[in-house]
């Protein structure tokens, strides 16, 4: 298929994807979504394409996921998997589409939670955005224009995040991301002149400063 890559490396991917806040008697209120998708090219800056690859999940490990608003790590998370046991306030289920969540908030005690649950309720917020670790990837068409990234396999999902801006718009994370696509466009055309290289380093140097951008030295 092409240039592989097996060495972990932290991506962070914003998506818009329909998201719903429900009520009910058993599990309050709570938000349901769908951050990862698989077998669903997306474009990254315009600068190459990545298909999540079926079975990317199968092996993931979930032990620990947060959910949060624009990646705030300094917020209390509006609610959490711990090794994805029942007790979680928020469910991770991979399946044969991807991954799908439902994340109780306590809209009553958290006025974070009760914010956010309104603003997907009335349709202001409809983007989610998840951090995690890639142990398994290979490149194709790296001497295109327009190459493609197939994720094989995710090593770790970290964070999931609800979003006002799900694409490279002007929030203080997406504002470094347009900075990171710059460096990601010239970090790829070193990955392709290199491409007959068998440890293909590029592809790690070019996520270690995606990551670096993304998430500054924290």
């Known amino acids: 298929m092409g240039n592989k890559n097996n060495e972990n490396c932290v991506v962070t991917r914003f998506y818009k994807f329909d998201v719903r806040a429900g009520n ?3 599990h309050g209120h709570f938000l349901d979504g769908r951050p990862i998708v698989y077998s669903s090219p997306t474009d990254i800056g315009g600068y190459f394409q990545e298909v999540i ?9 979930l032990r620990d996921v947060r959910f949060l608003v624009n990646h705030d790590t300094h917020m209390i998370p509006l609610a959490r998997s711990r090794r994805n046991n029942k007790n ?3 469910q991770l289920t991979p399946d044969d589409k991807g991954m799908k969540i439902r994340a109780n908030v ?3 005690n958290n006025s974070d939670a009760r914010n ?14 998840f ?5 398994d990837e290979e490149w194709e068409n790296l001497d295109s224009d327009y190459p493609t990234r197939h994720i094989k396999k995710i090593g770790e999902v970290d964070e999931v995040s609800a979003v006002t801006f ?12 347009k900075e990171t696509l710059d460096s990601v466009k010239s970090t790829l055309d ?3 002149s290199r491409s007959e290289d068998s440890d293909n380093n590029g592809d790690l140097e070019l996520e270690k400063l995606k990551a670096h951008y993304l998430f500054g030295d924290e």
Not at 53 to 61: S, V
Not at 120 to 127: E, K, Y
Request: no cysteine; net charge negative; aromatic share 6%.
């Open 24 to 26: 009910d008697d058993v």
């Open 53 to 61: 690859e079926p079975g990317a999940l199968d092996d993931t490990n």
């Open 88 to 90: 979680s306030t928020m």
């Open 106 to 108: 306590d809209v009553e």
């Open 116 to 129: 956010l649950y309104s603003a997907v309720s009335r349709g202001d917020i409809d983007g989610m955005s």
């Open 131 to 135: 951090m995690f670790s890639v142990s």
């Open 166 to 177: 799900p694409a490279y718009e002007a929030t203080d994370i997406s504002v470094r991301a």
């Open 190 to 192: 070193s990955v392709r």
